[in-house]
């Protein structure tokens, strides 16, 4: 049958280009690829419906590469394909096969792992860290959904990462929101790096978890063109989500990447005549012209609605509460950072149809229960899998929304590596931390977001890709207004933004019109004594540290830095006006606004700065005061800080 | 049938303690705990063999509360069974009824989610983070299995929860291991915070994913102690490990908690005695006289091999690489900081017998792989599942076993909750990340670790409990002899310790007798203009750039700063030896060395700090050289931040 030789011909032609372009690398993985070799043809020369000149089609189905590292055999065909690449839509260029000998050079747009950041959009994401593959195309199919498109998403996933728990999470997702558009390529090679897959993770238990997941699920021959082609044909119209698991050779065609552990090995340029001739006699036999036609074109594009965040204007912050019903709230003067923010997040729907919301069932508690009220079809409910939340929200990003994920902070922290592979594909996610820092008391610190600032900043010290904004901005407001504004910064701000908000009803401190922008702070408290810089939950209780002191004739002025980085000029001289001392307070563990400060600091080599943190792990009490003074950072002992710092010799 | 009366009486009597103690306390979870109100009766009184005055029995049956927020019907029946509480023997007392009114008080053992840290002996790891327990009981039961003791280990699991991705990936370790010592029930209540929970986690689907992973699984009525009792009869005697998916009532018995929605909602205490009719009603005709004698008595104890780390002698470094077969790599004066890591290991394997190593499919690169070799049976395995490692790790750690955690420091972020919560309840956890940094060039960003210093430094910013040891310790070996000596310190040191090694094969640097101590440095080169502090890999390149700046006559200083937290005392002393400046650099992002040398410097404020990290996202380069200069850390780039550095104006 022609297309099944031309198909055979083509996976060993592009095999040979696998193991080619890794050996000139000297690194990489062809072995994997070569498993993949029949899959990835069939895939991108006759099912997905795409242009390969047009990476950037609104409705092209995609593919999704989970075990990024099988990558070369997607770049071989890329190239054979004579696809775009590029950063952008300005400055891109056809892939030549010349190019591949450049893979993993540092002027290559072929890293080592997909990444549509460095310039080959024919992907959606950054993978390579395994097991994040299968939540970026429930993303993408979702935003599909919304936008009224027939785009339909691929994705392969290794054996051996079919043991992450998010592969899943994912398969829970995608089949309870009937996405039907995703087909989900499970590559049964049978072997991990350190040594042969686990039984659990074998075809047989592969397809009994896929079907007790609720999926349409098949094992195949994944060399044999005909059955990947039966295989195929369900997606898009069985009202299950597909699954294909495939037996693989890791290593196909190829003797000697399949003796041994291969596994991330490349062959040296001295045996890729032998390599090639093995691949030539895998295909030998098989009718010599069968000629590929071009990739079926994509299905018509649906008109999108989008709007640039930068083009709308705001209702006041009083109109904003008023609508999502928290006057009277207001009107008796206190009002929590979250539930500020669950107003904000309406608004922002109102302003934004791009706007989606994720939520791992705690939306009572995050208050993005007002935005699901409000646009139910934008909401996902994503149930208790941060992990799956956090890499659907890059897929969603990925295909033009602006996605808002929302969980406590602590359990945000699960999501940690998904969150870092969102910053590496420039997604442009908004996470939304609540109950962050010690406020909380009573549930304990299993409940505590205590290290969200210090990791979130360190995505703060470096710099986005236009080497002048940071790539994650950090927001802290202190009151409902501040949280309310910093939501608006947030949406302003291209790329990730990281905001903690509060469990507590506090009183508002600032006026609604006060301006708030991105490394902005505000000066509460004049004082030339020394400065207590903080922020958050913790800029109420400095201020109480303040009239503490103030009783022992000492005038300390209050700054509250809502935002990290935080601008260091203004700062400077800031804490020069009150008398160069600084003592940094803080909710949460080191390394984030105290160490912010000090960096800020020691450069100029003439403040001096005390910084205040959680001093141990925090334990259930029954009110915010006490756990406060239990983790050593109530008022008074703020207060004594203070003084010492002013008694340290020169 | 009298013990079904009596398991319903208790029941009732255990649930009017959990709805008044979370009403004293004004918060906590009473209708969780109800629907368990007959599992947790059964267990506690008539499966678990152990004894309540004794929690700290070597072999006694243990229970993992996943759910951890249910904790108030746990502690009713430990206050009714007179267990022991305490953070140690000494100090330990009976816990009495009337102590359950003090539930999340400060000073109360009673947290609001489970933790033995805080004094309840009965439990072995922290929870309330969902999603944790079963890979805990996972830890625990493989304890056992080393100890050849016949503990079992019940785990309580929420059906909600059940859709963390963890919970899985401890469902495959059970499996393939055979661990049939643990027996999970799944509290299918249909209800989690937000809303009901979702038909992916219905009895029918846990059923159907508990067999497809390999379990022996039934579904039960869960407050029909006869049903309860036929579902427990073959743990520990079924091949397979036991999984009961139990029907359940969220506020059994009590009408008010039952409408509307109650999670995480007490009743007050004007309503405790509806509250307390409406569960008399519920057993209402149940035969009044059921008594429940006390729990079975555990098995015989085995003896465990422990071995006192501070009472062994390691032998040489030399000695130590040798035995490894690392001798003719050393004969070449190239090393990995990884390798001999991985000879370290196998050396504390043969002095420490309680040492166990855990890995995630990456042994090969970790070289974890060497610790395998010698010891299998003390090797597990974890395959590509990170979180399940961390958090079965911290149930080893719970029995008595010193567990070092390995996979690449980029796929250990995977678990950054897990290892929090390891944290929190003191878990004695050694984390190794290989491939740390921006050094392993080729593969790219998705591959490198490049947050994992401010992560684990945040944890040592905050004190341990004994107020001197910061709760964790970073180590971050430039050379072979720092990594063999800092295995040595990460044994040494109680509680969590976090180790990074890089990939490539570098010079030694010191000499095998060197001193090496947690908090300390060493002045590799002296200089008295400015001091370059670093650490790593990156400790090379410093001398390299100090060679560059003696070329224009410039006298730099370079640390080498192998452990976090720093001395800053010393450190004071010997930048103002140095000229008063200091460059910090660092190959990953910001918040780690340079922040803590920022922190000493602001204190002493007369000391110049600039700090130099990673200012890009990384992509893939062919060499090392061509990533430093790409992410702006190459020899000549910090050799143009020294010269700036001492032009700053004062």
Redo the contacts between chains.
């Keep these: 049958m022609a297309l099944a030789a031309a198909i055979h011909r083509k996976a060993a032609e592009l095999g040979k280009s696998a193991v080619r372009m890794t050996a000139k690398?000297?690194?990489?993985h062809p072995s994997s690829g070569l498993s993949l070799a029949h899959i990835v043809t069939y895939l991108m020369y006759r099912q997905m419906r795409y242009d390969p000149a047009d990476p950037w089609h609104p409705t092209a189905d995609r593919l999704v590469l989970s075990e990024?590292h099988a990558v070369p055999i997607v770049y071989a065909a890329l190239a054979d394909l004579g696809a775009t690449v590029g950063r952008s839509r300005n400055g891109a260029s056809r892939l030549t096969p010349h190019e591949l000998d450049q893979l993993?050079?540092?002027d290559?747009v072929?890293?080592?792992?997909p990444?549509p950041?460095?310039g080959v959009p024919f992907f959606d994401a950054?993978?390579?860290?395994?097991?994040q593959g299968l939540s970026v195309a429930a993303g993408l199919a979702a935003a599909a959904r919304l936008d009224g498109s027939d785009r339909r998403v691929y994705v392969l996933v290794g054996d051996?990462?079919s043991?992450?728990?998010?592969?899943?999470?994912a398969a829970?997702f995608i089949?309870?929101r009937g996405l039907n558009n995703v087909c989900a390529i499970f590559n049964a090679n049978g072997h991990?790096?350190?040594?042969p897959?686990?039984?659990?993770?074998s075809t047989k238990?592969l397809l009994?978890?896929l079907?007790?997941?609720?999926w349409k699920a098949v094992e195949i021959d994944g060399h044999d063109p005909q059955a990947i082609a039966r295989a195929f044909r369900p997606v898009g119209k069985s009202a299950q989500p597909v699954a294909i698991v495939a037996r693989t050779v890791k290593g196909w065609g190829v003797a000697q990447l399949q003796a041994g552990?291969w596994h991330g090995k490349p062959l040296s340029e001295s045996e890729l005549a032998e390599a090639g001739a093995s691949l030539d006699q895998a295909v030998a036999g098989v009718e010599p012209d069968g000629r590929l036609p071009a990739p079926p074109k994509p299905p018509a594009a649906a008109e999108a609605k989008r709007q640039d965040p930068l083009s709308v204007v705001w209702p006041s912050f009083g109109e904003a509460m008023e609508a999502a019903g928290l006057g009277p709230m207001l009107a008796r003067g206190k009002l929590a950072t979250r539930r500020a923010y669950g107003a904000a997040l309406r608004t922002a729907g109102e302003l934004i149809p791009q706007v989606v919301v994720l939520?791992g069932?705690?939306?009572?508690?995050t208050f993005s229960?007002m935005f699901a009220a409000a646009f139910p079809d934008r909401f996902f409910?994503c149930?208790?899998?941060e992990?799956?939340m956090v890499s659907a929200a890059a897929g969603l990003s990925a295909a033009g929304f602006i996605p808002f994920v929302n969980s406590f902070a602590?359990?945000l922290?699960?999501a940690?590596?998904q969150i870092?592979?969102a910053?590496?594909s420039r997604a442009n996610l908004k996470l939304v931390g609540s109950h962050a820092g010690i406020s909380l008391a009573?549930?304990?610190?299993?409940?505590m977001g205590?290290?969200d600032v210090?990791?979130f900043?360190?995505?703060?010290?470096?710099?986005g890709?236009d080497?002048e904004s940071p790539?994650c901005w950090l927001f802290h407001p202190a009151d409902a207004v501040a949280a309310y504004h910093c939501t608006r910064l947030m949406l302003e701000q291209p790329g990730m933004c990281y905001m903690r908000t509060h469990r507590p009803d506090m009183p508002l401190l600032y006026d609604p019109q006060t301006r708030f922008e991105p490394g902005g702070f505000q000066v509460l408290v004049g004082g030339d004594d020394l400065a207590i810089v903080t922020a958050g939950y913790m800029v109420h209780v400095a201020l109480e540290t303040a009239a503490l002191l103030a009783e022992q004739k000492v005038r300390a002025a209050v700054i509250d830095a809502y935002a990290l980085p935080i601008d260091g000029q203004r700062l400077t001289d800031a804490l020069q006006r009150a008398g160069?001392h600084a003592l940094v307070v803080e909710d949460n563990?080191?390394?984030?606004l105290?160490?912010?400060?000090?960096?800020v600091?020691?450069?100029?080599?003439?403040?001096?700065?005390?910084?205040l943190?959680?001093?141990?792990?925090p334990?259930?009490?029954?009110s915010a005061e006490?756990?406060l003074e239990?983790c050593g950072v109530g008022p008074a002992q703020i207060a004594d800080h203070a003084l010492a710092l002013l008694k340290?010799p020169?």
Tied chains: 1, 2.
């Design positions: 690398a000297g690194s990489g990024g993993r050079a540092r290559s072929l890293d080592g792992h990444n950041a460095e950054a993978t390579g860290s395994l097991g051996g990462e043991r992450e728990g998010q592969i899943w999470e829970d089949a309870e991990g790096q350190a040594g897959v686990s039984p659990q993770q238990h009994a978890k079907k007790a997941f609720g552990n939520d069932d705690v939306s009572n508690s229960e409910e149930k208790i899998a992990q799956n602590k359990f922290s699960r940690a590596d870092e592979m910053n590496i009573a549930d304990g610190p299993s409940q205590l290290l210090p990791f900043r360190a995505f703060g010290t470096v710099r890709d080497r790539l160069g563990y080191g390394g984030g105290g160490s912010a400060v000090a960096e600091a020691a450069r100029v080599g003439s403040l001096r700065v005390a910084t943190c959680c001093q141990r792990i334990k259930s009490t029954r006490e756990i239990y340290w020169r």
